[in-house]
């Protein structure tokens, strides 16, 4: 959450600012520089959610991060996924239920990798990529109506960070998030 936003002009005449986030474990300074200040400037306000991606620098007495992305909280995992997995059991799978799950994912177009995991219980996993022509947009409204129709929460969704200007060093983008 944005507890506290500075903002100051620069020699150039840009603004930049200083943000201060917190969450459940402590607050952390982050520094915002122009050339992405004029692109975020409006989710800098108190008591905002958002989710920043930059850089780490540790001084002697604090932590502060050098930001390369910023989004809001309610758009990251529409930004973040790289593909999108949806497990369905076998046994309670049939052509009628997948041509309904095709149905429900052409509704929803995107940029994001798709793949049909079919789960016979205690004996075997299938994993079907589906055709680059099926690419997805990851987001509540999917994810709802997959659940819905499969009765159960099918779908999962597999992260990576966000393109940016330079490359996180150690960071594999494996995260999964079941919902």
């Known amino acids: 959450m944005v507890r ?3 903002i100051i002009k620069t020699k150039k005449g840009d603004l930049m600012a200083f943000v ?3 969450d459940l474990h402590g607050a952390v300074e982050i520094t915002i520089f122009s050339s992405l200040y004029s692109k975020v400037y409006d989710l800098l306000t108190d008591d905002r959610a958002i989710l920043v991606q930059g850089h780490l620098q540790k001084e002697e007495n604090s932590i502060k991060l050098l930001a390369e992305n910023v989004i809001s909280m309610d758009k990251a995992e529409e930004t973040w996924t790289t593909s999108i997995h949806f497990n369905l059991d076998i046994t309670h799978t049939d052509k009628a239920l997948l041509e309904k799950l095709n149905t429900v994912l052409k ?3 995107g940029s994001c990798k798709a793949y049909i995991h079919l789960l016979n219980p205690e004996k075997t996993e299938t994993i079907i990529a589906l055709s680059d022509t099926i690419k997805l947009k990851a987001g509540p409204s999917l994810i709802r109506e997959v659940n819905r129709l499969v009765g159960y929460n099918a779908a999962e969704t597999v992260c990576g960070p966000v393109e940016s200007s330079s490359t996180f060093n150690g960071y594999n983008g494996k995260r999964r998030r079941k919902r």
């Open 107 to 109: 509704r929803h177009p």
């Open 4 to 6: 506290n936003t500075k």
């Open 20 to 22: 201060t986030l917190e």
